[in-house]
């Protein structure tokens, strides 16, 4: 799924519809709908519930961090990234960036992304075009690497005995053949003049471009599994606070299903979807269902927590600094 600009190579062209809008409207609903299915959930078990919360103040210090460190991560990926389409950066500036585009995601329309792309393209002079094989690139990747990392932990320490072991083993390979489709192989070039085949025209011109460059690749790959890791470490602090202990590589796994969950976004911040995914998938490693859905909806509710003070206070110096930035992307088209 891909929000963001594209341009061909005369004008730019909208893709935004009426039917896009009311299908972006719906899936907003829709992860509303679920978390509200899941906190009725979590209410009916709240009375046994309650006695396992023992999330204490440095468990919360401790989440935050990690978060921190995510975005830093996070903000050098991108870095790399750009760097590999020839657009020089400022670190903290990417910082900065990557905080408030989390907490704009949570609005209609994927408005963080729209604000990513028009930041870049005013004050970094990257086009729309390039943003769009930045932003489908980057996703990829992310996928092919969580993945991966999920299936090599499940096929090592967990292997494949039970359908739930092998549904899991199915989508990380679905994901990977995927990834590797759009990362690797070949593609023929449309030659049409239709969005469509501009943006993969597009696309398949800036892979190529990164792809040369495989020392930065090599790189995003390792910061990527960096913030994997992150993502695993901060889930076993919230499973460990609601009494709960698995072996390490079932944190790792539910991390690389985080990761591919974000990635596919069909709601905003995966809000809904992720927390009924997350719940379900804990049950493979022996945790009850309303234990899963507890832990989840901690990690939501910190996570929403963080996204709005840290990612506030970005948006609002991007206000102070660049007003311009917010208002000039309301004319363009979406995705």
């Not at 609903?29 to 006695?51: C, D, N, P, S, T």
């Amino acid at each position: 799924m891909i929000d963001g600009f594209f341009e061909t190579p005369t004008a730019r062209m909208p893709l935004k519809t009426e039917r896009l809008s009311m299908g972006k409207w719906l899936k907003n609903i829709l992860g509303l709908v679920i978390l509200a299915l899941l906190l009725w959930y979590l209410a009916k078990h709240w009375g046994q519930l309650k006695m396992l919360l023992k999330l204490g103040s440095k468990q919360l210090v401790g989440i935050y961090c990690l978060w921190f460190l995510a975005a830093l991560v996070s903000a050098r990926v991108v870095q790399h990234l750009l760097m590999a389409l020839r657009i020089e950066t400022s670190f903290w500036d990417m910082v900065w960036l990557q905080n408030a585009t989390s907490l704009l995601n949570y609005a209609p329309m994927k408005f963080g992304t729209l604000f990513r792309a028009n930041y870049l393209k005013r004050h970094y002079g990257l086009a729309y075009t390039h943003f769009a094989t930045f932003f489908m690139y980057l996703t990829f990747l992310m996928t092919a690497t969580a993945a991966v990392a999920g299936l090599i932990v499940l096929l090592v320490i967990f292997g494949l005995k039970g359908h739930e072991n092998r549904f899991l083993a199915v989508v990380f390979a679905i994901m990977i053949i995927c990834s590797i489709l759009f990362l690797l192989v070949p593609l023929p070039v449309p030659k049409g003049q239709r969005w469509l085949s501009t943006v993969v025209r597009n696309f398949l011109s800036g892979r190529g471009q990164i792809s040369q460059a495989k020392k930065t690749v090599f790189a995003i790959v390792a910061l990527l599994a960096v913030n994997l890791l992150l993502t695993a470490v901060k889930l076993a602090v919230i499973y460990r606070s609601v009494g709960v202990k698995i072996h390490p590589g079932g944190y790792l796994i539910l991390g690389a299903l985080d990761f591919v969950v974000l990635l596919i976004g069909l709601t905003p911040g995966a809000l809904g979807i992720r927390e009924l995914v997350l719940s379900l998938a804990a049950t493979v490693f022996g945790i009850p269902l309303q234990v899963g859905v507890l832990a989840v909806m901690i990690d939501r509710a910190i996570a929403i927590s963080y996204t709005f003070a840290v990612g506030g206070i970005c948006a609002i110096w991007f206000w102070h600094k660049s007003p311009a930035d917010f208002k000039e992307q309301q004319s363009n088209s979406l995705a």
